[in-house]
């Protein structure tokens, strides 16, 4: 019993967190940064159990427990410590909303370290009811305004369809919903009910890991609310998704390549496709970036339509490397402020590099390594994945096709920090932002001198 407890400390702490959050929140009512501090300091934790009890799970029947699990859960939960430790600069007034967005937050990691580790349907079903909840009252802690109701409305609605979608799957399979069993129990099934089976649980992944055409919730969440809300949508959950998606992919989806190839090769262009329009039409910031991440998300499924059997860890990879920029963008938005706000439309940055030339130096080279340009990481990450569809040509084409159509996007960003009139004045970033600045280009300035380390991780996740 004692020893079963041990190993869910990895949960149980961010239980505590959330409890002692409360009990702050309801007896003692102290300033916000008790609360962050509270909910980082379990996250800490909760990782450092991940990595001691790396092989020690309970439930096996449920649950999965190796270092391919322990390495995405602490992953994860590193990209919602970071979160978090960004959106406390947010929240300047010691209030309540501070604590429930902490205790939500806490919930929400949670949840997802339930879910990565978990290898049945059923236990998904719960985990994807319980994270759109917490998810849909995350939504609601945004600035009340006309565009959060409707951002709201449309969430809930879409994802009780998806959700619905994964009932029907489960269904269908009653009681074999282990991974590893469902492909056996789909061949089982007539040619009408396999298609209706791997649709439901394709398309149910396809909402979570914001592929088109259902990315248009995660277009809203992340470029209309605000920014503490907007960079939860843009960072946490996404690759937790993907890892279940590659799961699926490997366990599933790869016994009827016949089936699925098309439909792969279908949403994987129109992903690409959606977000080089996007991310040329928009003029608001973080919806230029959440198009570019749809363009990303568009040439990993096009990659995982080769169908084989080792593509899984290098699409992983990739998204990994993705993220990993997308984190250093939002590491950027924070240090913008105008009269305390963090502008969100693309003209207020008009002339920033004189003003904040650090910053802006910053925002330049990431654009250089998103932009998949040789020899920085972006590019190491992209080729690794793509030397293993090198056989299909059209499917580079369209990449590349969409890569040089991401360009006018990047460059009317440079174009407007750079060579614009200033129109604004800044607010002065904080100290510590630099310092995570600084520290984040040389992690990414490492990674593009030792690209080994990729190629080390590639055979860690094979």
């Given amino acids: 019993m004692l020893e079963n407890a041990l190993y869910t400390l990895t949960e149980s702490s961010l239980i505590i967190g959330i409890l002692v959050i409360i009990l702050n929140m309801v007896l003692i009512d102290q300033t916000h940064k008790t609360c962050f501090k509270i909910a980082q300091y379990s996250i800490v934790f909760s990782i450092l159990c991940n990595f001691l009890f790396y092989n ?27 979160w978090l430790n960004l959106a406390s600069k947010y929240f300047v007034k010691p209030d309540r909303q501070a604590s429930v967005f902490c205790i939500i937050g806490l919930g929400l990691i949670l949840v997802l370290n339930v879910l990565l ?21 995350l939504l609601l802690l945004s600035r009340p305004s006309e565009d959060l109701y409707k951002i709201s409305f449309k969430y809930g609605l879409i994802s009780l369809v998806v959700l619905g979608l994964l009932a029907v799957a489960i269904y269908h399979l009653r009681w074999d919903l282990s991974y590893t069993h469902i492909a056996a129990a789909v061949e089982l099934k007539s040619n009408f009910v396999q298609g209706i089976v791997l649709l439901c649980l394709f398309c149910n992944l396809l909402f979570f890991v914001a592929s088109a055409p259902f990315h248009f919730w995660y277009e809203d969440a992340v470029s209309l609310t605000q920014l503490p809300v907007a960079t939860y949508f843009a960072l946490v959950p996404i690759l937790a998704f993907w890892s279940v998606l590659i799961a699926l992919y490997e366990n599933v989806f790869l016994n009827f390549a016949l089936h699925l190839k098309d439909i792969f090769i279908c949403f994987g262009a129109l992903s690409i496709l959606l977000g080089v329009i996007g991310s040329n039409a928009s003029r608001l910031l973080r919806k230029i970036f959440a198009c570019s991440f749809l363009y990303h998300v568009g040439v ?10 080792d593509i899984g860890p290098f699409v992983f990879l990739y998204l990994q490397v993705v993220l990993f920029l997308m984190l250093g963008i939002y590491l950027c938005f924070y240090a913008i402020r105008i009269n305390g706000q963090y502008p969100n439309n693309l003209s207020f940055l008009s002339g920033m590099a004189s003003m904040r030339p650090y910053v802006s ?46 360009l006018p996007a990047y460059l009317r960003i440079i174009q407007t920090v750079y060579f614009a009139k200033r129109e604004n004045t800044f607010d002065r970033v904080e100290f510590r932002l630099y310092i995570y600045l600084l520290l984040y280009i040389f992690v990414m300035f490492y990674l593009t001198i030792s690209p080994q380390i990729l190629m080390q991780e590639l055979k860690f996740l094979s």
């Fill in 300 to 309: 990993s499924l096009l990659a995982l339509s080769v169908f084989r059997t």
């Fill in 361 to 406: 130096a910053a925002l330049l080279l990431l654009l250089f390594v998103l932009s998949q340009l040789p020899p920085l990481g972006g590019f190491m990450a992209q080729f690794l994945m793509l030397g293993k569809i090198y056989k299909s040509v059209w499917f580079i084409y369209i990449i590349l096709f969409g890569f040089l159509m991401m």
């Fill in 56 to 82: 020690k799970g309970v439930l096996d029947l449920y649950f999965v427990a190796n270092r391919y699990t322990a390495f995405v859960s602490s992953l994860t939960s590193a990209l919602g410590f970071v």
């Fill in 117 to 137: 580790k978990t290898n049945n349907l059923g236990v998904l079903f719960v985990c994807e009811a319980l994270l759109i909840f917490l998810q849909y009252c």
